[in-house]
């Protein structure tokens, strides 16, 4: 019945518990280690991990409570300087996407129009939005982390290619 909440639910879900496991799988000096300039990773691996879940907060604070600000100030590396305020940040986001999804009731919610800063907008194409572009950062992630630690990025090139089915398989699905 509520094939779409189930399955956007279920990716958003997904982007969390992949950025959260990473985390301990990082050093706190790799956490915000940058690459060289000019490497085409102007980023750490932490920064597009916050960027990920700011994206999320910043959509779903929107839908719960009218708030869109950028989360931008308190998603700076010098805030959220540990491994473990960085996991405490995303268990905070997926606090406030959970409440987000408990507001849909069925499918037909997410085809309701929303005002948003932009304007009125469609629901759904906004929580795909956001998840493209939480997946496109996290992404960046891990293949910054790859690049700092020297490490080739065949086994994320795997990982990617799955990521990349079930993308198609999301897409399909709606």
């Not at 929580?127 to 910054?144: I, K």
Request: glycine letters at 6%.
């Amino acid at each position: 019945m509520n094939k779409l909440i189930e399955c956007l639910d279920r990716q958003f879900a997904q982007l969390h518990s992949s950025s959260r496991e990473s985390i301990p799988t990082v050093s706190p000096d790799l956490l915000y280690r940058k690459p060289p300039s000019g490497s085409g990773f102007p980023y750490s691996f932490g920064e597009h991990i916050l960027r990920s879940a700011a994206t999320v907060e910043q959509t779903f604070g929107g839908i719960t409570a009218n708030l869109w600000d950028d989360p931008f100030e308190w998603t700076l590396p010098e805030t959220l300087s540990t491994p473990e305020k960085v996991v405490g940040y995303l268990v905070e986001v997926e606090v406030t996407r959970r409440h987000g999804f408990e507001l849909f009731k069925g499918d037909d919610d997410l085809l309701k129009d929303i005002l948003a800063p932009a304007g009125e907008t469609r629901l759904l194409p906004l929580l795909l939005d956001t998840l493209v572009r939480a997946v496109h950062y996290q992404g960046r992630a891990f293949a910054t982390l790859d690049f700092v630690r020297g490490r080739s990025s065949e086994v994320r090139g795997r990982q990617s290619v799955k990521a990349d089915r079930d993308n198609e398989e999301l897409i399909t699905k709606l």
